[in-house]
């Protein structure tokens, strides 16, 4: 529908967003015939810096976005001259590229970040018909009408006047935008420094969580190692009795070798004294001798357990005093590292405190300037209301050719209340109570320190309630 294949740029910007007083469309026709150029007559204000990707396109009367455009064309760059002044400048629309219905439409100056800048009055492409001529037959009626453009010059004085101050109040209104967008991108800010603190919350107590799991294997392994030394212990006291046992018996045994060598000794000593009986004692001798050597055989193998009951003891010892060590060594290795991260975990919580602290204080700031937008949408509100005020117009026979603005704009004088947080509408016949309980409902109440929190902030609501079961 343009002359060029490039796109202009556009974007889904609403009309509350614009700003139609930086650019003036000049000497703009009630209607144009169809079939010729058109030549559109624009100004443009100190207000706006031109671009390259600027553009001034067609757009039928009732547009949203500039999306919504019929045709366009580039808008040339002024020569060179001071940015501080006004600067007249034009386009012509090739007859091609035009409407060819009769709908009203209106030119729109469009920046190339697609916000719209300046915007003419409504017009038409339409064939000029006999309304439109004005037949003077007599003189009264030249008279007459010389009156009535009187009144319709006074008029339209009149109507430019509230056209300035309309505009006047635009500016007004666009710059308590402003203040109220900066507001918003403050709160924006808030909002993502909040869920940075909600992440770093989130990672404190998952390594909370994961400490108290590693306290738990610590405990579990310190209570198997309790109970292996338990069994070594009652190992060590079954060994000691068996060796007590073998002690004693073998003290039985040296006892029965010390009999058995006394007896040996007073038989030497019979033997001198009893010579005579040497013949019929030996045979006796013989077998004292082969008992001796019985007892001295079992005297080798008591010895020989002897030392292996010894051998044996001082490795049991041994083993258990390693053992013991060990078990020492571990148990004190566990300890520090219990308390090594008991003192990580002290150090956990009180980041994690400070984290609460900021966090709280975050939330009483991003209260404060909900409270403030609150209270900003309410006046912008009611200033609007004010600005949208009806004009008085003549009545449907006063203007000559008719008034173009009239059924074109529907105004709202209305006083009414907006939710601030999902933006719904209460008219001032709705009592403050439904109004403050609507409010009430979208916000989560503390039962223990009686903050308010909004309902998308679940998670942060539940981690407040949270911090108070930990004091």
């Given at each position: 529908m343009d002359e060029t294949s490039d796109e202009p740029p556009t974007s889904a910007v609403l009309l509350d967003n614009c700003h139609f007083s930086q650019v003036v469309f000049n000497n703009v026709e009630k209607?144009?015939?169809p079939g010729g150029d058109v030549i559109c007559y624009y100004t443009l204000t100190q207000?706006?810096?031109?671009?390259g990707k600027d553009w001034v396109g067609i757009f039928r009367v009732g547009w949203k976005t500039t999306r919504e455009y019929y045709t366009f064309m580039w808008a040339p760059l002024p020569s060179d001259a001071p940015s501080d002044t006004a600067v007249q400048q034009q386009i012509q629309f090739k007859a091609y590229y035009l409407p060819k219905d009769d709908e009203y439409y209106q030119f729109c100056y469009v920046d190339q970040d697609g916000v719209v800048r300046g915007a003419s009055v409504p017009f038409q492409f339409r064939a000029e018909t006999e309304d439109d001529i004005l037949v003077v037959t007599t003189q009264g009626e030249v008279e007459e009408i010389e009156l009535q453009n009187k009144n319709l010059r006074k008029e339209n004085e009149e109507l430019k006047a509230s056209c300035a101050s309309l505009e006047k109040q635009n500016v007004?209104?666009?710059?308590?935008?402003?203040?109220?967008?900066e507001l918003q991108n403050s709160l924006e800010s808030?909002?993502?420094?909040?869920e940075k603190l909600k992440l770093e919350v989130n990672s404190l107590k998952k390594e909370n969580k994961h400490l108290k799991e590693l306290d738990d294997c610590r405990e579990a392994e310190l209570h198997q190692l309790k109970e292996q030394i338990q069994n070594v212990t009652s190992d060590k006291e079954r060994l000691e009795t068996r060796l007590k046992t073998a002690l004693?018996?073998?003290?039985?045994?040296?006892?029965q070798v010390l009999n058995y060598e006394k007896e040996v000794e007073n038989l030497s000593h019979m033997d001198h004294d009893k010579t005579e009986q040497l013949e019929s004692l030996k045979e006796e001798n013989r077998q004292l001798r082969l008992t001796g050597t019985q007892q001295k055989e079992q005297n080798k193998?008591?010895?020989h357990c002897m030392e292996y009951m010894k051998g044996l003891k001082v490795k049991l010892s041994l083993c258990l005093s390693h053992c013991l060590q060990n078990e020492q060594k571990q148990n004190h290795d566990l300890m520090k590292e219990l308390e090594e991260q008991k003192h990580l975990f002290q150090i956990l919580q009180a980041k994690k405190n400070n984290a609460d602290e900021e966090n709280q204080k975050?939330?009483?700031?991003?209260?404060l300037l909900r409270h403030l937008s609150q209270a900003g949408e309410v006046s912008s509100f009611s200033v609007v209301s004010q600005a949208q005020a009806p004009i008085p117009g003549p009545e449907v026979g006063g203007l000559l050719f008719g008034n173009p603005y009239r059924g074109e704009i529907t105004w709202h004088s209305a006083s009414i209340r907006k939710c601030p947080m999902c933006d719904e509408v209460f008219p001032e016949e709705i009592e403050t109570s439904q109004y403050e309980a609507h409010v009430q409902s979208h916000l989560l109440e503390c039962p223990l320190c009686s903050k308010s929190f909004e309902n998308c902030d679940k998670q942060v609501f539940d981690d407040h309630v949270f911090c108070h079961g930990l004091e």
């Open positions: 209607f144009y015939v207000n706006i810096i031109p671009r007004n209104l666009q710059e308590e935008l402003n203040k109220t967008q808030l909002k993502s420094n909040t004693e018996h073998m003290d039985q045994l040296q006892s193998d008591l010895e975050l939330r009483e700031e991003n209260e």
